[in-house]
């Protein structure tokens, strides 16, 4: 049972437009933003983009600390991790997406553009009357 509710949380994500991103703020206080999410690989990592300038960044510079989670009718899950902001170019070439340019007018190299990879440590899985909770290595 718990394989499969593991795979079909997989399924849920890998599907899902947009996910509740949190942060950590200067002041110990956690801070919400919700992102799209633009690729998954498996249940475990989850990779974002935002402004290198953005509170989220800041954040996540001072306190790798973070909790995503997603939600649709009938299905919830959420996430504790760390992310790590990269800055290699062929990730961030290999992540745009067209619509970034509404964002980063200067395309990919804009140096506003910014990938956030986040890393699951705990995963929590509620999907179709089932919960179960996954400690990951």
Known sequence: MAN??????????????????????????????????????????????????????????????ASVCYYSEGGNITMIGEIAIVEDMDIKKQLWVDWFIDHFPLGVTDPNYCVLKFEAKYIQVWLENNFEEFFLD
Do not use: C, H, Q
């Open 4 to 65: 499969e509710l593991l795979k079909k949380a997989e399924d849920f994500i890998k599907n899902a437009e947009t996910a509740a991103l949190s942060s950590i703020d200067e002041n110990g206080y956690p801070r919400t933003a919700a992102m799209s999410s633009i690729k998954t690989e498996g249940i475990k990592t989850v990779w974002f983009s935002t402004g290198t300038k953005s509170n989220k960044t800041k954040n996540f510079r001072r306190n790798s600390k």
